[in-house]
Structures are given as structure tokens and as C-alpha cells.
């Protein structure tokens, strides 16, 4: 049975219950007079439903169109792709604490060596250079506003 | 031990002070957000651009604008007060807050929750037709929609505008009933006049162009006088409506900015309200300038808030 | 002719030593804008309108115009190479553009690319001398109503042709819409859906949304396979379009052109549906749709076309009425009014040499894009031989910043994150972002236009049918949205639209 199109399905269908009860909180008006919560509810009873009938027809077809649950998930390095984000995360957090150069250097750092294992003095040079070259771009050249970390650069 | 306490309060204060001080000494050091509560191309944004590209000169950094409309120049205002009060966003504001606060419209308040730095000026209010409408005088106007009933639509900058509630007065001394569109600003509604998709609009001196141009016809300002550019078109006091729209039109800032910094940029400001390039592009918009410092416009705002609070509910828009 | 004479006059006007600095430093700008994320054409004009004050207003305008289609053609650029929209009307561009670059056809996409913007900008300045004026009153027609039938039927039109089934299209062009209502609520000025973060009473951002659901997600799918993938082919094949190239875009060139002029001409509407509905034009006149999405050159063609023909035609409100048709416009326009000349219909007459001088500067513009940047083909290919696995951070890095820096803001990176692993979430389900990205630029302002139809309407529907502009777009939307449907109850869901037999 292909649970990832059911699941995605009900999702949806949870999804837009949600945001239809917020719709009605934020006061629907009336056609006359619409208000904050007409078009939140609208659009999302519409989401809702067609995802009923995507459900419905995924049933009735048992989903024959689509790709298996096997083939979809497969080959997926998990460990990667949480390191990856849970990184992009963490880094986000810190950014201003720590300052444009601080952060992005041990960020570098764990990508370059995500996907193929490097010599660690590479790729810490690396790093250092591509901090550099974006400090330089963005900083310097643009006037971006890069924060300054609690040890002042 | 009260002697201790005592000694310790005051060494913190003047450490705060001493640290406040520095920072506004310092200040300002990187470039200024003004954000602008209506669509670019209109009236208050273009002489807000122009004020600010004046106050660089005495600030030292670019004072960065960005449009921020809607909500009848609420959101803009919104998005400043949740802004950290640092000096380095501010605001422009006018008397539409108060009006939607009021009409419980607004879930801050708009002076409480923000800081006034100055006040620079005053708007050119006016209701305009397009010049191949039957309506020649405000009297035929009237005269047809008194006869009409809900017919005539007009545009306004949004709702809890001034001009927006003074047509709702009008309304109210004539009684008559329009149809009221509200949009974002001035540039949306001469788009919907030009294309007759409404019949009029109430709005500031961003039709200024269009009337000059031949394509719509200015039947009354809402001024206590008659406009300097435009002296043939009467008032609405003038033709016997007793309805004034008048809104203030300053700077502010997120509420609790250090006092030492509001004074910097009240001055920057002051200065820059007597450069020629920003007189000129209020003259074209036929605005004129209106100076109150920090403590005069909080004052003014303050009584300005209650005459609106009495308006809004003379009208009968208050929220229940 | 007359218009010979103006032309000329224009032409002497551009040509001077000035104004062509100011016109070549636009487009610079323009172009570097249009690659890097973040800093749009509107920020820049912002930052750069002051410096303009020590020159002439022509020379100014020259510069600013300069700057905004330079940007379209530099967001162009980084669509096609790392799958990273510069800007809205970029996104359609992402779809064949990107497959290409990973074919090794960066060079002929970029190639066309540059060539088709050329192309029309040169026929929409043309198009700007012909028919100006009545095009712009037939622009002026278009109240709230027709405006928010003509949202509907944009969305129709892509949603119907689209690789996947309808109604999972339609589904993702809802979600948009409801993405669209985050933030301030323009009419009653009551925070929807903001759960008490300031920097959400904004709305969410696009440029963090379109990062995250096109750039991140697709890193994010480069990096999951335990197998290692060549996610660009080594083998790099050319680097300008061949003939077969030509010969198949020229037609999509052609469409793109025409589609674009118009729509840009329509205040609000512009770039964006433009390049959307020009793209859904190809697929649907192509004899082969199915291409669509793994790399058809008529796929970049046509909307390259399309959002620089728009381009032009914003221009025409402006310079004949006074009217901006969009905030880049509208921030022309104040820069005109503090230059001291008054845009409306009385520039023509008033300032003649402005007029021409920056329609003629338009062209020159054009061919210095074209100029700068096909010599960049070449470097842009070579930077795409680097192993994925070394241009993966660095193109993370560049989101990471590009979206930091629009607002300084660390929440627009997190809202780029969510989006991140909702896109990549999406690609997994073949539910596609164009159609969301879609609605989520048009939601607002299709509520608008369907609340102040209904406010003048007094509540009535039939306002969209009583109008003959509006009446006709609902028509063929609902038509769109019925044809398939019929079949739909004896087929089965899911089925590539293509296949079928849609008359």
C-alpha cells in the first residue's frame, strides 16, 4: 500500500481544517463585506476538499500512477540530510552571537567534508577562504549589514 | 546598608547613562530605515523620500526608505513599533492610527507605543471627478447623490483616513450616502478614476498631475482656506459643509528610544526641513510645512488623539 | 514619419557621452542585482536615487531604468545555473533552464536567454512607440473585477498544464494563497496567522519562499543519495545556442514578446504572469510538451521573453500617464517628481527629450546587456565543472546570506529553511512549487481586487459576469478547469495531462 500518498493526503486535509478554524476566528464577514478571515477560509476549504478527492481517487485506484514507497525513500543517506539541516539550523541560531566570520567558518567546515571525506587542513582552508571571499563580496563590496559577534567581528 | 544600596543604584545609573551616552554619541552608525506607510509614487512618499534624503546630510548615513502600505497607513506604523527601538527604524506616521484605534481597528496605541521625534508637516486634502463627469460644481454633486442614494463610489486611501472620515462626516452633515472603495494610496485611486471604475476620490495631492493635466477636475479642498496653487477650487466650509480634514505628519520611532538619540535625529530633521530640494517637492505636492519639536508634537498628538476619539464617535464608527 | 524625427531626437539624446555612462553603469548594477539574492532592483534604486541628483533628470531616469531591466536579465542567470530565481519573474525560467544547465546546455540557455531578452526588449520598444496610448486606455479598463478574473484564469491556465494531475496543482496554488494571507492584513489591518512574531507581520517574504522551495530543496536532494551523482554533466555541450536552437525558439520568442508587452502594460500585473502564462502558451502549442521540464529550450525562451517584453511595457503607464504600473515604476516616478519634471499625460508634450531619450536609451541599454553579458557564458560554464560536492556550501552560504540580508533579519533565513525541507518534501510527492509560487505572489492581490469588487458590487457575484473583460476570463477558466475533469471520472488521477487528448 503507497502510505506516503495517503499520509500526504491527510496532511493536507489536517492542514486545512487548521487554517480554516483560524480563517473563522479572524471573522469571515459576509460576501458584502468580506473580512481578515474570508480569504484564509476560502482558500483553504479549497485545499481541503481537493485533497479529500485526491485521497479519495488515491484510494479508489490504489494509487497505481505513482511512484512506489520503496522507490521514493530509497537510497536516502538520513544521516546526511538531518546533519545538513540540523547545521543550517544551528547555524541560523547563532549567526548573530557569533558573528558573520565565527559562524560560517566551522559551518564550511562540516559541508565541504559532507559529502566526500577530505583531508581536514583542505578543508579547513577552504573555509577560511570562502568566508573570506564572501565577507569581502557582501561586506565590503555591498555594504551588507553582517553581524558582529559578541567578540566583535 | 541604605547608604550601599544607594551608592550602588547611583554608580549603576551613571554606568547606564555613561553607556547610553556613548552609544548615542556614536549614533548614528550605520544607515536609517524610514519606513513609509503608503504606496511610493504618492504624496507622502514622495516628500517623506525627500525629507530623508535631506536629513542625510546632518545625520551622516543614509536614511534608507522603504513603502510599507495598507491598512489605511496602520501596517507601516505597526511594523515600526515592533521594531527595536534603537534608533535605526523609524516611522512616519499621521493622524490615521489614532483614527483606527478609535474605531478599534488598532492593537497598539498610537502614541503610548511610539516615540514622536517631530512633526514636518500638513497635507492638501481634495475630492476629485474626471473632467468629462456630469458633476461641474460640489453643489451638483451633492445635489445627485442626495437623489441617488449609495450610487456614487468613491476611493479613499483606506479606511480611518482622514479623508476617508471626512467624507463620512460629509455624509453625515448633507446626509447623503456614498459607496466608500478604500485602496492603498493615491496612485491606486487615480488608476480606478481614470478608468471609471469609481466616481470619485478623496485622497491628498497626488491628483495634483491629473488635474493639471486636464483629465480630472478638483471640486473641493478640505482645507480651513483655499489651496495656493489651485485658489479657484472653493472649500468645502466655503459651499456650507462645515468639514475639515486635517492630519499631522511627522516622524517617529518604536517606543523607548534613548532621549539622547531622539534629539539628534529631531535636530537632523529640523535642519532638513529648510533644505530647497525638499521645499520644492512640498511645494509641488502644495503641502505645507508644519514644524513641532519632540514635546509640541507629543502634545499635539495627544490632543488630536481626543478630538478624533469625539469625532469617530460622533460619527458613530466606534467600536462597541 | 514624425516618429522618424522623435526617434532621432531620442536617439541623439541617448547617445550622449553622459547619458550613455549613466546608462552602462544602470545596467551594471542592474545585472550584478539580478544575480546576487536578496538586493532587488527597487533597493537599489532606493540606495542610488540620491546620487542621481548631480545629473539631469534624463540622465538619472536613464540610469534607473537601466538598473531594473538589467536585474531581469541578471535574475535570468542564476535561475538557470543553480535553480535560484532572482526575482519572481525568474522562476518559470528555473524549470527547463536549470535541466539544461545539468544537461551541460548552461551556454545555449544563457545564450537564448540573453538573445530572447534582447529581442524583446527591442520589440517592445517598438511596440512602445506604436501603440502606447491605446493600449494603455484598454489597460485602464481593468478594474477589480477583471483583475481578479484574469488572477484566476493565470492560475488556471498553469495549473492545467502542469506534469502532474490537476487537482494536486490546484492544491499546491491553494497552499499559496493561504501563504499569502500571513502577515497584516491590508483592509482591516488584523495580524493573520503572524502567532506573535513580529517579523511575520510582514508576511512571509518571497524571496526567503523561493530560495528555500527552488535552491535549498534542491540541494538538499543533490546531498541525500548515498550513491554518488553527477548532479552536472562534465561534458559541457557548447556554448551558445545552435541553429536547432534557434530554430525551435524563435516562435516561443515571438509569443513570449507579445504575451509580455500586454500584461505589463497592466498595472499590479506585470513580469510575473507574464512569464507564467507565456510558459503555459509553449507547452500547450509545442508538438512535443512532454520535453516541458526536462530541459526544452522553448521553456526559457518563451519566459525570458516575456518578463523583459513586461518590462518594457511598465514603462508605458508611467510615461504616458503618470500611472506606476508597478513599485519599481512608482519609485520612477518620485524620482522624476524630485528631479522637478511632473510625469502625466503632459511629459510627452512638456519634455519630449526625456520621452524619447529614455525609450532610445532603452535599446542602447539592451544591447550593452546583451554585450556584457555573453562574454560571462563562458565563465558561468566553467564555474559549473566544479565537483558539486565543493559548490553545494557555497551555494548554501549564498542563500544563507542573500536572504539574510534583505532585512537583517535571521527569521527570513528560518522561514528559507522551512521552505527548504518543504520544497524538497514536495519534489518528493511530485507536488509542484510553480503553481504555489504562483498564487503566493497573486494572492494578495487577487483578495484585494475580490473585496473591493464585492464592496462595490454590494455582495453581488455577478459583477464578474456582467463586465465583458472579467465575463470573458472566467469563461475560459472554468472551461480550462471543466475540460479535463470530464474524462477525469473514467480515468484514473495522476495521469502526465499531456497524454490526453485536450482539444
Known sequence: MKKTFLINDLVWIVFAALVCYGGLKLGFGSFHQPHAGFMPFLSALVLGLLALVDLISGIVNQWKEEKGDKKIWADIHWGKLFLTLALLFIYTVLFNTLGFILATIPLLFFLYRLMEPRPWWIVFTASLVTTGLFYLGFKVGLDSQLPRGFLGF | MKMKTNALLTGLTFMMTGGISAWAAEYPTRSINLVIQYPAGGSTDLTARALAIAAKKYLGQPVICENKAGGGGTVGVALVAAKPPD??????????????????KLNFHPIGDLTPI?????????????????????????????????????GSPGVGTPPHLAMEELSMVADIKFTHIPSKGIAENNTALLGGHIDMVSDSSGWAPLVDAGKFRLLATWGEKRSDRYPQVPTFKEV???????????????????????????????????????????????????????????KYMRSDFENIGKLVQKLGLSKQ | MELLNYLGMGFS?????????????????????????????????????????????????????????????????????VNIPGEAASVMTCLDGYQMARQGRAGPALGISAFGSFFAGTIGIIGMLLISIPLVNFALKFGPPEYFSLMILGLMVLTFLTSTSMVRALMMAAFGLIVGTMGLDNISGLARFTFHIPELLDGVGLVPVVMGLFGISEVLLNIELKIKREVFTTKVKGLLPTLDDWAKSIGSLLRGTVVGFF????????????SFVSYAIEKRVSKHPEEFGKGA???????????????????????????????????????????????????????PDLFWGVVASMYVGNAMLLALNLPLIGMWVQLLKVPYAILFPIIILFCLIGSYSINNSSTDVLIMLAFGV?????????????????AFVLGPMMETALRQALIKSKGSFSIFFTRPISATCLIIAIVLMIMPLLPWFRRRPGIVLEKEDVA
Open chain 2, 240 to 298: 456650507g459643509y462645515d468639514v475639515v480634514a486635517r492630519s499631522h505628519l511627522g516622524v517617529i520611532g518604536p517606543k523607548g528610544i534613548p532621549k539622547p538619540i531622539v534629539a539628534k535625529l529631531a535636530e537632523a530633521f529640523k535642519k532638513a526641513l529648510d533644505e530647497p530640494e525638499f521645499l520644492s517637492v512640498m511645494k509641488k505636492m502644495d503641502m505645507p510645512t508644519y514644524y513641532l519639536d519632540t514635546e509640541g508634537y507629543e
Open chain 3, 297 to 351: 529550450i522553448e521553456g526559457v525562451a518563451a519566459p525570458e521573453a516575456a518578463n523583459n517584453a513586461a518590462a518594457q511595457g511598465a514603462f508605458i503607464p508611467l510615461l504616458t500617464l503618470g500611472i506606476p504600473s508597478n513599485v519599481v515604476m512608482a519609485m520612477l516616478l518620485g524620482a522624476l517628481i524630485i528631479h522637478g519634471v511632473t510625469p502625466g499625460p503632459l511629459l510627452l508634450s512638456q519634455h
Open chain 3, 263 to 274: 500584461l505589463g502594460i497592466l498595472p499590479g500585473g506585470g513580469a510575473v504572469i507574464a
Open chain 2, 118 to 154: 517631530l512633526r514636518w508637516g500638513n497635507y492638501l486634502f481634495g475630492i476629485t471627478v474626471r473632467s468629462d463627469a456630469q458633476w461641474k460644481t460640489l453643489q451638483e454633486l451633492i445635489q445627485y447623490v442626495k437623489q441617488n442614494p449609495d450610487k456614487v463610489s468613491y
Open chain 3, 422 to 438: 518543504i520544497g524538497y518534501l514536495m519534489k518528493k510527492l511530485s507536488l509542484e512549487a510553480a503553481p504555489m509560487v504562483l
Open chain 2, 87 to 104: 534608533g535605526y527604524t523609524l516611522g512616519i506616521v499621521t493622524s490615521s492610527p489614532a483614527m483606527a484605534f478609535h474605531m478599534g
Open chain 3, 13 to 81: 539624446v541617448a547617445f550622449q557621452p553622459m547619458n550613455l555612462f549613466y546608462c552602462f553603469l544602470g545596467v551594471l548594477i542592474g545585472t550584478l542585482v539580478g544575480v546576487l539574492p536578496g538586493l532587488g532592483p527597487v533597493a537599489a534604486m532606493s540606495l542610488l536615487l540620491p546620487a542621481t541628483f548631480h545629473t539631469t533628470p534624463v540622465a538619472s531616469i536613464i540610469m534607473l531604468a537601466g538598473i531594473y531591466y538589467g536585474a531581469m536579465y541578471g535574475g535570468s542567470t542564476t535561475s538557470i545555473l
